[in-house]
């Protein structure tokens, strides 16, 4: 049962993040935030805070595999051209 409860908060706090970073963004469109310097300001936030966890985890990560460097670069490659076909304008 404490996994479950586990489980169902981390879900409710991501919702929250997401319904968070939805009205912040909301409010900086609409005070006229360019939307490149916003995703720009969002990319540097977000390397600030992920950067340590990448630093204190680097020695218990596993190596990375050519197999799972191709699957990864696959992966890209074709979310790339899924949405350069399905969003041809943003291009």
């Known amino acids: 049962m404490g996994e479950n409860k586990r489980c ?3 879900t409710i706090l ?3 993040i997401n ?3 939805f009205l912040l963004s909301k ?6 935030m360019n939307h490149y310097v916003y995703i720009f300001y ?3 936030a977000a390397t600030v805070f992920l ?3 990448a ?3 680097w020695k218990d ?3 990375l595999t050519f197999f799972t460097f191709c699957k990864i670069f696959w992966l890209s490659l074709l979310g790339y051209i899924y949405i350069y076909l399905l969003f041809p304008s943003y291009n």
């Open 42 to 44: 969002r990319q540097v």
């Open 61 to 63: 990560a596993p190596p």
């Open 51 to 53: 950067s340590p966890f």
């Open 27 to 32: 409010a900086a469109f609409n005070a006229g």
């Open 14 to 16: 991501i919702q929250a």
């Open 8 to 10: 169902l908060m981390v």
């Open 19 to 21: 319904a968070g970073m």
């Open 55 to 57: 630093f204190f985890r």
